[in-house]
């Protein structure tokens, strides 16, 4: 068994023996740092990313690729549209919505620039600058160090652009129609300091520390520039852009997110997810191959809940609560009889079938904040949908939800936002809004 | 209070880290044999040497004064390398010393004070003499004289506070209370470096070890503010306020100051307003806070503007910034005072949530790059 948990000696590699450890004889207890790093050509990524160095892997945005599912490898940063959204879910969020504090516009570009830069390096594994050693003594380091010897995790990170921040800079008829303020929905009870924001990063990866690491440093790096107005952590994803793979689960112990888009497709994703030509008017070319995030901290009623009977529960959602599947019906993946479940089903209700077909991408995650000073868990889902235009795709689901859904009497929208998810950045060139930016673009 | 340790071990780092930079260090080669003889009298000071190599420096002194007196080895801001008080007439000492190169001077202070009696000493190293930047010196004697001038005023505003407590003048105490503490709190790293002051006269209840005694300002706070009463232990309380500052009024002047002591004391004012007074932590039962706050950016403005110059030399992006967001916090603090001159500043309890964190914002914007000018100093 000593060989499972440490690392292959030198020459061991195969080159052929990639595919996550699947197969590869029995089944390891913890992943092996083979698992961990499997990729096509696993001895490439190796000494490479051990050393922290770039992997360059699977194409940003572009679908998702399924051998990086499962790795610990690196997701490229460059691409058509931004990594974050279609790619792969990994395991942990680091999100937070930043506001703008200079009036400078240049040092306000120069800071997308130079976050641009550090993103560029911490997705592939690299750290920020000059390190987090060996510098000046006399010097803070410029990494924070906290990933060091960690994997690149397939770490994402993803920017938007709040409406607030096209009220500066002079940006404000370049704000795109589709980014609308959002409605206030019934039962909403939005705390300020967890809503809006000029500026949000999403930073995703399958190790936390990789993922706090990324936001720290871009934090860091906008002192005097910019501020986190509010951040919130996450975990166990809740919804699977994988194609095949198990549903997860939320905090109520249900699955969540069956039908959602998968990252391999394309027709789909281009259809509900990326800004498309022609899309709004001539403040939106900027957008084009983006996407609309809508970020909402939903907090569950967790001990309520619980108290909660199994037929209630699974009444609420509308599907059983051991298979997921819809009401009437044996599978997790069988087409729903939407008829057959409660007019107040969150699936009912939520189902494209019965809201015109709209459909969003969801990317939420579970969250828990310790406990609210009342003894009750404070926790809830942190739910992230990416769509081609809000105003087709959350404002009229939300509207439908919060008047009528089951669930309702379960959960409560305490922080809200809304971001314009510019395209993805083309090469070592290009920086994060640089489209908004500059006029020639 | 939070930094008291960590000052010192800083200001110790980065010596060394100094010496490394400069390549001054010199293993000592010094023999017994090669020991100063100082002699020490009512008016003279002789000694057997100029010059020496560097390495560890031993003085053999002798009174043959009719006072007790005081040497010390200076180095060229003045600051005391090392010292031995009190050597009695008609009595010898032996004082070492690990020197590096450099100009020195040993003074000798008969009946142990005043400038006192000098002779230059010069300790060579390696063929050559590492030399810092004079400009730098000029920067820590400067530093050194503020400290000083700010210990100076502080203790007849401590004595007007302290007079209020014994009259049992409530409002006259409160009154003076803020005003006694600018001080100190422009001036705390080198008030923390010396280890025991600050336990005595700035600890926050929360900030006591066990067994260990609360007095100090924060103690008398709370009896004003939230017992609302001047009792015997109050009375007594502020006599040891006044004892203890004079004893750092009169160690001010020995303090360790380096360049890059002062750089780095200038960002530990900056965590002393992101950890204690953005929180209302500090004066919680006087919410007098933005004093403190204010008396912080002054003190770590000064240490800036004294090292500047050679700053700006170095790294003049990083100088451009530091006097925009110095501006930029000094403008927003502002706001909390009904004029400029004036040290009233709101109570830091009507000071709401966001308008803490917009506060909270710009020390974060301005202590970023200000960790940056240690390095900038000595580059």
């Known amino acids: 068994m000593a060989e499972i948990s440490g690392e292959p000696g030198p020459g061991t590699d195969t080159g052929t023996d990639t595919d996550s450890g699947a197969g590869s004889g029995p089944a390891a207890p913890a992943p092996s740092r083979r698992a961990l790093l499997g990729w096509g050509g696993a001895g490439l990524a190796l000494g490479a990313a051990v050393a922290g160095g770039a992997v360059a892997m699977a194409e940003a945005g572009d679908g998702m690729d399924p051998a990086g599912a499962d790795t610990g490898g690196a997701v490229a940063f460059h691409g058509t549209h931004q990594a974050g959204i279609a790619t792969a879910v990994q395991d942990r969020l680091h999100f937070a919505a930043f506001d703008v504090k200079t009036e400078d516009r240049a040092a306000f570009v120069q800071l997308l620039k130079d976050w641009t830069a550090a993103a560029r390096r911490m997705t592939a594994g690299k750290t920020v600058g000059d390190g987090a050693y060996g510098g000046l003594a006399e010097a803070p380091p410029d990494d924070t160090g906290e990933a060091l010897g960690l994997n690149p995790s397939r770490l994402t990170l993803t920017i938007g652009f709040g409406p607030s921040l096209f009220e500066k800079f002079d940006l404000a008829d370049r704000r795109p129609e589709a980014l609308v303020d959002l409605p206030k929905f019934p039962g909403d009870n939005l705390e300020k300091s967890r809503t809006g924001g000029d500026l949000c990063v999403q930073a995703c990866a399958d190790d936390p520390q990789v993922a706090v690491h990324a936001i720290r440093n871009l934090a860091r790096i906008g002192f005097g520039k910019v501020a986190i107005r509010w951040s919130q952590l996450g975990f166990g994803k809740t919804s699977s852009t994988t194609p095949g793979a198990q549903t997860p689960r939320n905090l109520f112990g249900f699955k969540d997110g069956t039908r959602n888009i998968a990252g391999d497709e394309t027709g789909r994703l281009k259809k509900y997810v990326w800004v498309g030509d022609g899309d709004g008017g001539k403040t939106d070319a900027w957008m084009n191959g983006g996407s609309y995030l809508v970020a909402r901290r939903i907090r569950m009623n967790i001990e309520v809940w619980d108290r909660t009977s199994l037929q209630e529960q699974e009444d609420v959602f509308g599907r059983d609560k051991g298979e997921g599947a819809p009401v009437g019906k044996a599978e997790e993946h069988d087409p729903p009889f939407l008829k057959a479940m409660k007019p107040d089903a969150h699936v009912r209700l939520a189902h494209p079938d019965a809201n015109d077909g709209i459909t969003i991408l969801r990317r939420g995650y579970s969250f828990t904040d310790g406990t609210d000073g009342l003894g009750r868990l404070d926790a809830g889902l942190f739910f992230l949908a990416y769509q081609r235009d809000p105003r087709k795709g959350f404002i009229p689901l939300q509207r439908k939800l919060s008047a009528s859904d089951a669930l309702n009497e379960y959960i409560q929208h305490v922080g809200s936002a809304v971001f314009a998810i510019p395209p993805g950045v083309r090469d070592a060139d290009d920086w994060w809004g640089r489209a908004l930016f500059s006029e020639e673009a | ?379």
């Open chain 2, 1 to 379: 209070m939070r930094a008291v340790r960590l000052s010192v071990v800083t200001a110790v780092a980065t010596t060394a880290a100094l010496t490394a930079l400069t390549g001054c260090t010199e293993k000592s080669d010094a023999k017994d044999g090669d020991a100063i003889q100082v002699t020490a009298a009512d008016s003279t000071c002789d000694t057997s040497a100029k010059s020496v190599p560097a390495g560890q420096v031993t003085l053999r002194i002798e009174n043959k004064g009719s006072r007790a007196t005081e040497v010390e080895i200076l180095f060229p801001d003045d600051r005391i390398v090392s010292e031995k008080e009190n050597i009695g007439p008609g009595t010898k000492y032996t004082l070492t010393a690990e020197v590096k190169a450099g100009s020195y001077e040993i003074a000798c202070r008969p009946g142990m004070k005043g400038h006192g009696v000098r002779q230059k000493l010069t300790v060579t190293g390696g063929g050559k003499t590492a030399k810092r930047d004079p400009k730098l010196d000029k920067a820590v004697a400067a530093y050194r004289e503020y400290a000083q001038e700010q210990a100076d005023a502080t203790l007849p505003k401590v004595e007007t506070f302290v007079k209020a407590i014994k009259d049992g003048d409530l409002e006259a105490a409160k009154k003076a209370y803020a005003p006694s503490r600018i001080g100190w709190e422009r001036t705390e790293p080198v008030a923390e470096s010396f280890g025991d002051i600050d336990p005595k006269v700035d600890v926050r209840a929360d900030g006591l070890e066990e067994g260990q005694k609360w007095t100090g300002w924060h103690r008398l706070e709370k009896a004003l503010w939230e017992d609302k009463k001047i009792g015997k232990a109050e009375k007594s309380l502020a006599d040891q306020l006044v004892t203890d500052l004079t004893d750092w009024q009169k160690r001010v002047g020995k303090a360790e100051i380096t360049p890059t002591s002062m750089a780095n004391g200038a960002k530990e004012l900056l965590d002393e307003v992101a950890t204690g007074k953005v929180t209302g932590e500090e004066e919680r039962y006087s919410h007098t806070d933005l004093v403190d706050f204010k008396a912080n950016v002054e003190g770590a403005q000064k240490s800036y503007e004294l090292l500047k110059p050679v700053a700006e030399k170095n790294d003049s992006a990083l100088t451009a910034e530091l006097d925009k967001q110095f501006a930029a916090l000094n403008k927003l603090l502002d706001k909390y005072r009904p004029n400029t001159d004036s040290y009233d500043f709101t109570s830091y309890d009507q000071v709401g949530k966001s308008d803490r964190k917009e506060l909270s914002d710009a020390v974060n914007a301005l202590a970023e790059p200000l960790s940056k000018l240690a390095a900038a100093v000595v580059k």
